[in-house]
């Protein structure tokens, strides 16, 4: 196509360069072979440029743009329901309390020999807001069990009231300091509030005496001079 418009346009400027034959009136000026080159190039590079012009030109492809970030799901903890942590020694639970309060029997670290008999007491607070009902046990937890039994409530503890808690034990035969450990807990068995402990130190040779109370102080009277 491109070589049929250079011909044509070429035969075009031959016949304009040849005059119009007899026909025509008044003579045309006639062109040299070097300007009919260069007419014949700036025909050539037109109708190339009109080609091009008319030629369809290339769609550019559609830019892509990256999609929107989602937010990630939320994680599921067992239907949406909050999932609550397990309460520790007198905590959470405002129902069942109980608070220590003193130690009514051997102090900590009263000395004891192999074998010996006491009785260790407690003074303990109901500081919840349920009553103690009977059947509540007193359990020991860990430690040295000191040969104490599960102590059973007898009848209920009203919210406030404060009630002596007492366990019968023998020292072992080993020698040393020894501790048990000691809670109340519901007739279903859940424990609740403070964990009470016995430490006694354990040492000599065997004895058969009980013992109900901690060492006690003796007082030395020192006595008056007398003046001369």
């Keep these: 196509m491109k070589r049929k418009f250079i011909i044509l346009g070429i035969c075009a400027l031959l ?14 000026n006639t062109l040299s072979p070097d300007e009919i080159q260069t007419l014949a190039i ?8 009109q080609t091009a012009l008319a ?3 290339e ?3 559609p830019t892509l743009t990256a999609s929107a970030t989602f937010a990630p799901f939320a994680t599921s903890t067992g239907g949406g329901l909050p999932v609550s942590s397990p309460t520790t020694s007198g905590g959470g639970n405002t129902c069942y309390r109980l608070t220590f309060v003193s130690d009514v029997t051997i102090p900590d670290n009263t000395s004891m020999t192999p074998g010996q008999n006491f009785t260790k007491t ?13 059947g509540f046990k007193f359990t020991f937890t860990g430690g040295e069990q000191m040969s104490g039994v599960t102590y059973t409530l007898p009848s209920s503890v009203a919210p406030n009231a404060q009630i002596d808690v007492s366990v019968a034990m023998i020292a072992p035969s080993k020698t040393g300091t020894l501790r ?8 279903g068995g859940q424990f609740f509030g403070d964990e009470v402990y016995v430490q006694i130190i354990v040492g000599g040779s065997a004895a058969t005496g009980t013992a109900t109370t901690g060492p006690t102080a003796t007082a030395t009277e020192t006595p008056t001079p007398t003046p001369p």
């Design 180 to 187: 048990g450990n000691w809670r109340m807990q519901t007739a």
């Design 59 to 61: 769609t550019p492809f």
């Design 42 to 49: 700036e025909t050539f590079s037109a109708v190339l440029t």
């Design 122 to 134: 407690w003074k303990v607070l109901n500081s919840g807001s349920c009553a103690w009902d009977a």
């Design 55 to 57: 030629a369809p030109s």
């Design 15 to 28: 016949i304009a360069s040849c005059g119009g034959g007899e026909a025509e009136a008044t003579p045309t």
